[in-house]
């Protein structure tokens, strides 16, 4: 009996060591719990909403656009199927969820935050939009390089039915299919610890993914397909000009003298990040108005707004490459991607 206490008493111990050692971790995964359940709780099923006689005929169209996009994306591209995207979730015109993102203020190194079955992150959402601020607030006093956004939509894994939301319905049809189908990539593949690799994949299948199911829709002279179209062509152009951009930022950082004073390492790096703004004006684009950013005062994007392109768009050529071997069949691509995934696993 007595060395049953004593198991019972060190398992206790260290149970409270645990939970002390990761208090703000805990917390953290509460408030997001509760975030995440609070929309899935609110969310309503497609039916009631479809016969709803106060929902708008807009918003029921293009409901029933996300279900065609989902079964395009199960049947033609092999994206796994699930109950995904089968509820609606009304944000009464609000932001939902907020994500941090930081930098090294002299290197193109991300920010890592570390997390239960995810692994390395270089982001972190948050529900509740003060939450985030006292984490935003410590990393600029570390010297980090910030940004703090909204996201327009996110994907569980597979933990929780993602829903519909209302703001996802304010976008044109070609960018509709683009989110669904990045999102169910998510769901459908997802390495623990390799962001940049996750979401590179997600891109590259939601945008070739959108082109194809409004082909089928549509057809190839539809201004649907041709403005998505168009707008896919000035995302390419742009990415590579960012990557790039990210790729001579990182030359430019490692080539600074280490004798010079912060305030001359902060002063070189506000004129070459604003060089290659104003680079963007000389973009051969189709919608150039897209592209035209108004930042406040003297302030510019910095590390952590940069960093954003690599995490998204830096592996896109090297997709394409797969992808074009395989005669541009993005269903057997992802076969590919599928077989290579269980194999690392």
Request: aromatic residues 14%; hydrophobic residues 35%.
């Given at each position: 009996m007595k060395h049953i206490r004593k198991v019972l008493l060190l398992l206790i111990f260290t149970i409270l060591i645990i939970v002390i050692g990761y208090r703000n971790l805990i917390s953290y995964g509460i408030a997001q719990l509760r975030g995440q359940l609070h929309i899935i709780y609110n969310a309503r099923p497609l039916e009631d909403v479809m016969l709803d006689k106060q929902t708008p005929d807009s918003i029921k169209q293009k409901l029933l656009l996300i279900q065609e996009i989902r079964k395009y994306a199960v049947d033609s591209l092999g994206l796994k199927d699930s109950k995904n995207y089968s509820t609606y979730f009304d944000q009464k015109g609000k932001p939902v969820l907020w994500v941090i993102t930081a930098c090294e203020p002299f290197a193109m190194k991300a920010y890592q935050w570390h997390f239960p079955f995810l692994g390395d992150v270089s982001y972190k959402g948050f529900f509740e939009k003060d939450r985030g601020i006292p984490e935003l607030e410590a990393l600029k006093k570390s010297g980090y390089d910030t940004d703090y956004g909204t996201a327009g939509g996110w994907s569980t894994l597979g933990w929780f039915k993602d829903p519909i939301l209302s703001g996802m319905l304010r976008r044109k049809e070609g960018q509709i299919a683009e989110l669904i189908i990045h999102e169910l990539t998510h769901s459908t593949v997802y390495l623990p610890g390799s962001v940049d690799y996750n979401e590179n994949l997600a891109t590259f299948v939601g945008e070739q993914g959108a082109l194809r199911f409004l082909r089928a829709k549509y057809g190839s002279n539809s201004k649907e397909f041709t403005n998505y179209q168009f707008s896919q062509e000035d995302e390419v152009i742009y990415g590579d000009y960012m990557v790039d951009a990210c790729n001579k930022l990182d030359s430019f950082y490692k080539a600074m003298p280490s004798k010079l004073t912060i305030e001359?390492?902060?002063?070189?790096?506000?004129?070459?990040?604003?060089?290659?703004?104003?680079?963007?004006?000389?973009?051969?684009?189709?919608?150039?108005?897209?592209y035209i950013f108004h930042f406040p005062g003297d302030h510019l994007p910095n590390n952590a707004w940069f960093m954003g392109f690599s995490r998204y768009r830096k592996e896109q050529g090297d997709f394409q490459a797969r992808l074009t071997l395989l005669n541009n069949d993005l269903k057997s691509f992802m076969n590919k991607v599928l077989a290579s995934k269980d194999k690392k696993q």
């Open positions: 001359k390492k902060y002063h070189d790096k506000y004129f070459y990040i604003k060089d290659l703004i104003l680079g963007i004006k000389t973009l051969a684009l189709h919608q150039p108005e897209r």
